[in-house]
Nanobody
């Protein structure tokens, strides 16, 4: 059983930056592809970014390409999401996810093995 705990959310002005972190425990972190999803009020959860087990491959939603960067530190069992040039439409609850022995692209559909509780990101205009 893998536990995922997100942190780093908060309130930021449009154009600002935030870095989200997701700490994993209870499993062999390097055997999981990791990803970030988000859900805004009244909308379905959507894919944001994913990274392969060793960080060699990343995959992004078109809406965040060039602004967000996903990375991982397997020694710290942590995955990060650096969010720059934030827009009001980026406001959502951001969730961390893990999928066993998956490629980064394989996480897009959202059928992942484990999920965190989420962290709120609010972007003021």
């Amino acid at each position: 059983q893998v536990q995922l705990v997100e942190s780093g959310g908060g309130l930021v002005q449009a154009g600002g930056s935030l870095r989200l972190s997701c700490a994993a425990s209870g499993g062999t972190f390097s055997t999981y592809a990791m990803g970030w999803f988000r859900q805004a009020p009244g909308k379905e959860r959507e894919f944001v970014a994913a990274i392969s087990w060793n960080g060699g491959r990343t995959f992004y939603a078109d809406s965040v390409k060039g602004r967000f960067t996903i990375s991982r530190d397997n020694a710290k069992n942590t995955v990060y999401l650096q969010m720059n040039s934030l827009k009001p439409e980026d406001a959502a609850v951001y969730y961390c996810a893990a999928r066993y022995l998956s490629s980064a692209a394989g996480m897009v559909a959202g059928k992942n093995d484990y999920w965190g509780q989420g962290t709120q990101v609010t972007v003021s205009s």
